[in-house]
T-cell receptor, first 114, second 110 residues
Framework: GPKVLQIPSHQIIDMGQMVTLNCDPV?????FYWYKQILGQQMEFLVNFYNGKVMEKSKLFKDQFSVERPDGSYFTLKIQPTALEDSAVYFC????????????FGPGTRLTVL | GDSVTQTEGPVTLSEGTSLTVNCSYE??????LFWYVQYPGEGPQLLFKVPKANEKGSNRGFEATYNKEATSFHLQKASVQESDSAVYYC?????????WGSGTKLIIKP
């Protein structure tokens, strides 16, 4: 099926540093998402993005978070500065259209903040 | 707000036995319901979705019926295989996002 890629697979950084997580969505998809999963806990929605804009964001999407997709390249999640509670696996997803369309997920980036 | 509740795991079964993973949901909207499966080291994969009440979705021997009256969407399989070992998530769509259950880890013994 359609593939979503995420780079890197693991990232370890010191608290307070900036980190950028990269997502290569399915090529003809128009909607993009980030989800966060802390080890052993539920998957939680962070943000979705369409036509260059954030459409919806959850309370987990703090002011230190930002997303963009410049010129149709990677869809990125930037955290600046990072905090200990940002340690989690971050999943990127994309869908062809919004609403009730199925979302296709990448393998995740495991972020460890020390 | 919207929520999804599903069977707590892990669930351990012997190969060839039947599976039921319960899922119930709360929403004031008219959702589309999904079952996803996640294998170790991978992202969730769509198992199937059901957009309409009282319809059934199925894939790879798994099936679930969207029961609007009972607000349920239980996952079933008649005969599980060792390769079905994974984590299964029930989810509903709401405001362009997925609301997830806590996941049910399924362990199949040969």
């Amino acid at each position: 099926g359609p593939k979503v890629l995420q780079i890197p697979s693991h990232q370890i950084i010191d608290m307070g540093q900036m980190v950028t997580l990269n997502c290569d969505p399915v090529s003809n998809h128009l909607y993009f998402y980030w989800y966060k999963q802390i080890l052993g806990q539920q998957m939680e929605f962070l943000v979705n993005f369409y036509n260059g804009k954030v459409m919806e964001k959850s309370k987990l999407f703090k002011d230190q978070f930002s997303v963009e997709r410049p010129d149709g390249s990677y869809f990125t999640l930037k955290i600046q500065p990072t905090a200990l509670e940002d340690s989690a696996v971050y999943f990127c997803a994309s869908s062809l259209w919004g609403g009730y369309a199925e979302q296709f997920f990448g393998p995740g980036t495991r972020l460890t903040v020390l | 707000g919207d929520s999804v509740t599903q069977t707590e795991g892990p669930v351990t079964l012997s190969e060839g036995t039947s599976l039921t993973v319960n899922c119930s949901y709360e929403t004031k909207q008219y959702p589309t319901l999904f079952w996803y499966v996640q294998y170790p080291g991978e992202g969730p994969q769509l198992l199937f979705k059901v957009p309409k009440a009282n319809e059934k979705g199925s894939n790879r021997g798994f099936e679930a019926t969207y029961n609007k009256e009972a607000t349920s969407f239980h996952l079933q399989k008649a005969s599980v295989q060792e390769s079905d070992s994974a984590v299964y998530y029930c989810a509903l769509s709401s405001n362009y996002q997925l609301i997830w259950g806590s996941g049910t880890k399924l362990i199949i013994k040969p």
